[in-house]
């Protein structure tokens, strides 16, 4: 079997990991950050954007720019409500009251799923790249609270990203395996994952490698988007009254309150005061306005008395159909990056006695977790076992509508569980087999999974056929419903599909696109990779620059500065260019530049060191200089002119060694 990523998927952020010599191993992406975010987009030029590079034209680009997809994956256009709309970008229902998420650039309407392929194909490229070999197997996590059609959908967002997925995991369980794979002693564990967009608690109980989940419970219209959209309309409300302008109509100055607001929520984690400044908002009839002001912690804390109320529903949910009470709990595991506010970990100290775990890194624990699964499935990890749990209540509507359960919540995986029923009226020829999920005492108060119709029932008097319905739940937690006549033996089965998710053929249609694009597409991830390798350079270089010149002051390297100075002009250039030639051998003389600099840097440090080493250093380097072979080529700072220059077709940039502005 070949090698298994574990990918959490989460609303604000992704991370992918593997399992190296039997430990997990976050895998940094191709910007060289350990979590990538779940966004993505596209350029003027129909570029795709995936991750930071997208995030970077979020208020540029709102409407062509898409994020917090995982809220809409698998869910039908009925079931959103207020908040998952609130995005700078259009959502709307098709014909089927399905989801599409619209892209004016594109002139087309994508299915969540699509978009959230595109994501899934960077991870696992990035992870390719990482390992130096092709990875075509994932274990992929949802939130806990995930219904049938949520599963089903992410499953096939990971068939268009040509991934074959070898489990579908809750995120809780993830976090949990990640703590407690290396721990022998008997555990009972709370996990409490607040992520950008769901909330789950999950209850475990971890003895010698066997991870047994008792409760899971969740929200699954709860995250740390919740508590950013309090601080927009905080910030909106008070633009509103000051100026008569609601910035939440535009969608650019709607994505820079967004972005402040999670900046501010995050600031706020470690100090007890935040400036928020938000310059040329909106334009007013006497000029441009602006936003100035300071947001407290004690007035963030105000505005979300509410969103920890609905944090408390969950966890106590759980307790309970657990049997436990909060002084069994032994560990309290954190995931999430929203699980870093003072509020919500302070709600987590009311509720359970214990301090919360600080040994796992709430952004990448589900990754790590989602890894362990992974060895599991190869057989690297042979001593562990999950007994996971489905979240909801799975049944089929009877007569007057009600709703018979035949898998109760909280009912450990894979499952098989059937009963039998009959026919409502005399000689009925067929019926019709109605799959519900949720915990309501109505059908039609629950979730709406699918339905079939099961025919040629032979003539008989109510009540006499005898029609045996199973229902199977596999390890990902898909729902497979089947029912048989047991007179006839005729049997009719079906794999539940959620209503917002894209049908077998347009899966298909789209796997084909695909396939027909990949060179093109691996062509543009290659283009956007070097781009962003010289951006990630450049970056660099005025870093160093910056050091250099508090350590040397500003003549104490100038040649050497000048020429790293001029090198980083000739790759910005160039990256608002298209020749990718050209970009390169702009990058390969920024390096050079960037290796004489480190060279005098370092000389400098020696002479500090000690007079005779220093002596010592200053003659090897001016040995260097003096007697460089080919009269200084292979020495860029001999010369004020770049050596970038000097070979560029036509000379892009002819410098007068006297002009003031090459020395800025």
């Not at 998927?9 to 992704?14: D, H, K, P, Q, V």
């Not at 066997?210 to 601080?231: H, M, P, S």
């Not at 040994?359 to 624990?365: F, G």
């Not at 390096?591 to 600099?597: D, T, V």
Request: proline share 5%; hydrophobic share 40%; charged share 25%.
């Amino acid at each position: 079997m070949g090698r298994i990523v574990g990918i959490d998927l989460g609303t604000t952020n992704s991370v992918v990991a593997v399992l190296e010599a039997g430990r997990p191993v976050v895998i940094a992406n191709a910007e060289g950050t350990r979590t990538t975010p779940s966004v993505l987009g596209y350029t003027k030029d129909n570029e795709l954007l995936v991750g930071q590079p997208a995030r970077r034209q979020l208020v540029l680009n709102p409407r062509n720019t898409f994020s917090n997809l995982k809220r809409f994956v698998g869910r039908a256009w009925d079931e959103l409500d207020d908040g998952s709309l609130t995005v700078p970008y259009t959502v709307r229902s098709n014909s089927q009251g399905n989801v599409r998420v619209a892209c004016p650039q594109t002139e087309r309407e994508y299915a969540p799923e699509e978009l959230v392929a595109s994501i899934l194909r960077k991870l696992v490229d990035d992870a390719s790249t990482y390992l130096g070999e092709e990875v075509e197997s994932a274990v992929i996590t949802v939130p806990a609270y995930f219904n049938d059609a949520q599963r089903q959908a992410t499953r096939d967002a990971g068939r268009l990203a040509g991934i074959n997925v070898e489990r579908i995991l809750n995120e809780p369980t993830a976090a949990a395996l990640a703590y407690g794979f290396d721990r022998s002693a008997v555990r009972r564990a709370l996990v409490f994952d607040l992520g950008g967009g769901t909330f789950d608690v999950s209850l475990l109980r971890i003895a010698n490698g066997v991870f047994d989940v008792k409760a899971t419970n969740g929200d699954t219209q709860l995250g740390g988007n919740d508590f950013d959209q309090r601080i927009v309309d905080w910030l909106a409300e008070a633009f509103l009254k000051e100026h008569e302008v609601d910035l939440r109509r535009d969608r650019q100055a709607l994505q820079r309150l967004t972005e402040a607001a999670e900046k501010a929520k995050q600031e706020l984690s470690g100090v007890t005061s935040t400036p928020v400044s938000l310059p040329f908002i909106a334009t007013g009839a006497d000029g441009p306005l602006h936003i100035e002001t300071t947001l407290d912690r004690e007035t963030f804390e105000g505005l979300c008395p509410d969103l920890l109320d609905r944090l408390l529903v969950p966890v106590q949910a759980a307790l309970r159909d657990s049997g436990w009470a909060a002084e069994d709990i032994d560990d309290v595991v954190l995931v999430g990056g929203s699980t870093r506010m003072p509020m919500v970990q302070q709600l987590v100290r009311t509720l359970i006695p214990n301090d919360p775990c600080q040994s796992v890194n709430p952004d990448e624990v589900v990754a790590v977790g989602a890894a362990v699964q992974a060895g599991i499935i190869t057989g690297e990890l042979r001593d562990l076992l999950l007994n996971d749990v489905t979240p909801l209540s799975l049944g089929l509507e009877t007569i007057g509508g009600l709703m018979k359960v035949l898998i109760p919540r909280n009912t450990q995986i894979p499952v098989r569980q059937s009963d039998v029923f009959s026919t409502s009226e005399p000689n009925q020829s067929s019926v019709e087999i109605h799959v519900w999920q949720g915990e309501r005492q109505m059908a039609t108060d629950n979730k709406s999974l699918g339905r079939f119709r099961l025919s040629g029932i032979p003539p008989a008097p109510r009540g006499v056929p005898q029609i045996q319905v199973a229902f199977d739940i596999d390890a990902n937690g898909i729902l497979q419903v089947s029912a048989t006549d047991r007179t006839t033996g005729r049997k009719q089965s079906v794999t539940i599909q959620g209503g917002s998710t894209l049908s077998e053929d347009e899966i298909q249609g789209l796997l084909a696109e695909a396939e027909a694009r990949a060179d093109e597409d691996r062509r543009k991830r290659s283009t956007i990779e070097r781009r962003n390798s010289a951006m990630t350079l450049v970056a660099q270089a005025e870093r160093r620059l910056r050091d250099a010149a508090l350590e040397l002051g500003p003549y104490g390297a100038e040649r050497q500065q000048r020429a790293v100075e001029m090198s980083v002009r000739d790759v910005q250039d160039l990256l608002q260019q298209d020749d990718l030639q050209e970009l390169e051998m702009a990058v390969s003389g920024l390096q050079e530049a960037l290796f004489g600099l480190n060279r005098r840097l370092t000389a400098e440090r020696q002479t500090d060191a000690g007079p005779l080493q220093g002596l010592k250093s200053t003659l090897g380097t001016l040995k260097d200089e003096l007697f460089a072979e080919d009269d200084w080529d292979d020495d860029p700072w001999a010369s004020p002119q770049s050596r970038y220059d000097g070979r560029m077709r036509g000379g892009r940039r002819g410098i007068d060694p006297w002009d003031d502005d090459n020395f800025r």
